[in-house]
């Protein structure tokens, strides 16, 4: 079945960029909209973006200047960047695969810690 | 944005007790709202879209209900895995919003 695998830093300073990789196991990229979605602690989940493998993007816009979704298809892998980070992008960071924007799979989740 | 308010933030119950857990939209979301569920450690799990329907391999004892503004999750009769934390998520308007979650624990 369909696996996801999220990777990339656990430590990110202030004022840099975050940068996660959604790896995608068990099926194509092909056809289906990938999204990531954080939970920062004590907060309920924050919906960020999500990415379309024609490459079509769809930001919160309250992240937008920010962010940006990748995907390289030739890898089955999206990416998420989170440029000039603050502790407030403290969260565990979660990709997934939505079906009608309701989320049927997820990856593990990774701790993305903004400190110097 | 529509805010999407939990309802109680913690709910104290025995096995075998039914729960019911409140989701409350700030605009109506018509009927797109799901459930998920969410173990320590792992991914939230969907149980429930489209307000009443259930996801693939939920069991039956997970029962949606609602609409507009106000919706219900109601577990008929609880078992010991279940005593773990509940999220409400909308589609209707973008962005998509998540509850602040419920989490049941056992009395």
């Known amino acids: 079945q369909v696996q996801l695998q999220e990777s990339g830093p656990g430590l990110v300073k202030p004022s840099e960029t975050l940068s996660l990789t959604c790896t995608v196991s068990?099926?194509?990229?092909?056809?289906?909209?990938w999204s990531w979605i954080r939970h920062p602690p004590g907060k309920g989940l924050e919906w960020i973006g999500y990415?379309?493998?024609?490459?079509?993007?769809h930001y919160k816009s309250s992240l937008k200047s920010r962010v940006t979704i990748s995907v390289d298809t030739s890898k089955n892998q999206f990416s998420l960047n989170v440029i000039s980070v603050t502790a407030a992008d403290t969260a565990v960071y979660y990709c997934a695969r939505s079906g009608g924007n309701w989320y049927y799979i997820w990856g593990q989740g990774t701790l993305v810690t903004v400190s110097s | 944005e529509i805010v999407l308010t939990q309802s109680p933030a913690t709910l104290s119950l025995s096995p075998g007790e039914r729960a019911t857990l409140s989701c409350r939209a700030s605009?109506?979301?018509?009927?797109?709202l799901a459930w998920y569920q969410q173990k320590p450690g792992q991914a939230p799990r969907l149980l429930i879209y489209?307000?009443?329907n259930r996801a693939t391999g939920i069991p039956a004892r997970f029962s949606g209900s609602g609409s507009g503004t106000d919706f219900t999750l109601t577990i008929s009769s609880l078992e010991p895995e279940d005593f773990v934390v509940y999220h409400c998520?909308?589609?209707?308007?973008?962005?998509?919003?998540f509850g602040q979650g419920t989490r049941l624990e056992i009395k």
């Open positions: 998520q909308q589609r209707s308007d973008w962005p998509i919003t």
């Open positions: 990415i379309y493998p024609t490459g079509s993007t």
């Open positions: 068990g099926g194509s990229i092909d056809n289906y909209y």
């Open positions: 605009q109506s979301v018509r009927n797109y």
């Open positions: 489209d307000t009443s």
